[in-house]
T-cell receptor, first 114, second 116 residues
Framework: EAGVTQFPSHSVIEKGQTVTLRCDPI?????LYWYRRVMGKEIKFLLH????????ESGMPNNRFLAERTGGTYSTLKVQPAELEDSGVYFC????????????FGPGTRLTVT | GENVEQHPSTLSVQEGDSAVIKCTYS??????FPWYKQELGKGPQLIID?????GEKKDQRIAVTLNKTAKHFSLHITETQPEDSAVYFC???????????????FGTGTRLQVTL
């Protein structure tokens, strides 16, 4: 069974540009989470999808961040326009059902904004 | 909201020794406590977890203990090996208002180095 995959693995963009990160969860997993780790600090929650619906988006830092999960399969996280403080590693995680606690993480996308 | 503190931030042990990492949490409603291991260039890997109805759980060389009263939990690694070198994160979670699983709140991580 394939794990959570993320694309790209690394992205370098200039301030003001747009970047779209993609996450493919483990097949059949209803829950999809986005997290990020900035400047070596703790991993922080961004948002949580249950299938195609946003269950909790309390961690989204501002309206420059837009997440979608059309059809309840893969998810994208768009940052527009990117700022320097958006640099970090963005992780995606998935878990099987609405009641599942265990979350399985992807390898992350390292975003560098210059 | 939940706040998770983790200590120490770095830990160096000799191969074969034991390593202990400690975390405290603030929200008494938290009921799920996983530990993740992150190796260089990889995502966090779930290595062990414990729920609030259990005080201790063991899996080979790894064990986790939970003290609900004091709101702290610990990871214990015995007979450490060089391949145990990584960053370890503790986390806490609880049921969401609709009964679904919800977000993890992480500690700041512990860099464990196992020396020969």
């Amino acid at each position: 069974e394939a794990g959570v995959t993320q694309f790209p693995s690394h992205s370098v963009i200039e301030k003001g540009q747009t970047v779209t990160l993609r996450c493919d969860p483990i097949s059949g997993h209803d829950n999809l989470y986005w997290y990020r780790r900035v400047m070596g600090k703790e991993i922080k929650f961004l948002l949580h999808f249950v299938k195609e619906s946003k269950q909790d988006e309390s961690g989204m830092p501002n309206n420059r961040f837009l997440a979608e999960r059309t059809g309840g399969t893969y998810s994208t996280l768009k940052v527009q326009p990117a700022e320097l403080e958006d640099s970090g590693v963005y992780f995606c995680a998935s878990s099987p059902t609405r009641s599942s606690y265990e979350q399985y993480f992807g390898p992350g996308t390292r975003l560098t904004v210059t | 909201g939940e706040n998770v503190e983790q200590h120490p931030s770095t830990l160096s042990v000799q191969e074969g020794d034991s390593a202990v990492i400690k975390c405290t949490y603030s929200d008494s409603a938290s009921n799920y406590f996983p530990w993740y291991k992150q190796e260089l260039g990889k995502g966090p890997q779930l290595i062990i977890d414990i729920r609030s109805n259990v005080g201790e759980k063991k899996d080979q060389r790894i064990a986790v203990t939970l003290n609900k009263t004091a709101k702290h939990f610990s990871l214990h690694i015995t007979e450490t090996q060089p391949e145990d070198s990584a960053v370890y994160f503790c986390a806490a979670s609880k049921r969401g208002v609709t009964g679904t699983a919800s977000k993890l709140t992480f500690g700041t991580g512990t860099r464990l180095q196992v020396t020969l």
